[in-house]
């Protein structure tokens, strides 16, 4: 098991679902980059609400952010939508739901200043899907210092 700490700074973070008893623990791996690496973060047609699924997931990342060997590690994170629906509208959207993840994360007790959040809109389509898929609709993480 990686932590986030053992990873070189370039390399992207993606959390994985802890196993049944793991007690919400968080697992990292290194993964090839592409554009960052998926938190399991869903979200409907034109929303940026949190399901109670989201906040656990964010919860075990906000958990791996406070261990002593993670302090002072800063990470990005990424909102992207679909192509439903106008540029400005989903620039605005994904840059809402980035937010939202990095103030839970901060909710959870995680300085916001280490915290950046950014919208691409649907500026970054997964490749081999489609552009209109539910899929589209995600939150990145990298970690950035």
Same mark, same amino acid.
């Given at each position: 098991?990686?932590?986030?700490?053992?990873?070189?700074? @370039?390399?992207?973070? =993606?959390?994985? #679902?802890?196993?049944? &008893? #793991?007690?919400?623990? #968080?697992?990292?791996?290194?993964? *090839?980059?592409?554009?960052?690496?998926?938190?399991?973060?869903?979200?409907?047609?034109?929303?940026?609400?949190?399901?109670?699924?989201? %906040?656990? /997931?964010?919860? /075990?990342?906000?958990?791996?952010? %406070? /261990?002593?060997? /993670?302090?002072? %590690? %800063?990470? =990005?994170?990424?909102?992207?939508?679909?192509?439903?629906? &106008?540029?400005?509208?989903?620039?605005?959207?994904?840059? @809402? @739901?980035?937010?939202?993840?990095?103030?839970?994360?901060?909710?959870? &007790?995680?300085?916001?200043?280490?915290?950046?959040?950014? &919208?691409?809109?649907?500026?970054?389509?997964?490749?081999?899907?489609?552009?209109?898929? *539910?899929?589209?609709? @995600?939150?990145?993480?990298?970690?950035?210092?």
């Amino acid at each position: 098991m990686q932590r986030i700490s053992s990873v070189p700074p @370039r390399a992207s973070l =993606r959390l994985i #679902a802890p196993p049944i &008893g #793991a007690r919400g623990s #968080a697992r990292y791996r290194r993964q *090839p980059r592409w554009h960052g690496q998926q938190l399991p973060l869903q979200f409907s047609l034109g929303s940026y609400e949190l399901s109670p699924q989201s %906040k656990a /997931n964010l919860a /075990n990342l906000a958990n791996a952010l %406070k /261990n002593q060997e /993670n302090l002072g %590690k %800063k990470i =990005r994170i990424t909102g992207h939508t679909d192509k439903s629906g &106008g540029a400005a509208m989903n620039q605005t959207l994904s840059q @809402r @739901r980035a937010e939202v993840a990095a103030d839970y994360i901060a909710s959870q &007790g995680v300085d916001r200043s280490r915290i950046e959040a950014v &919208g691409r809109g649907f500026d970054d389509i997964l490749p081999g899907v489609s552009a209109y898929s *539910p899929t589209n609709r @995600r939150v990145e993480v990298e970690r950035i210092e």
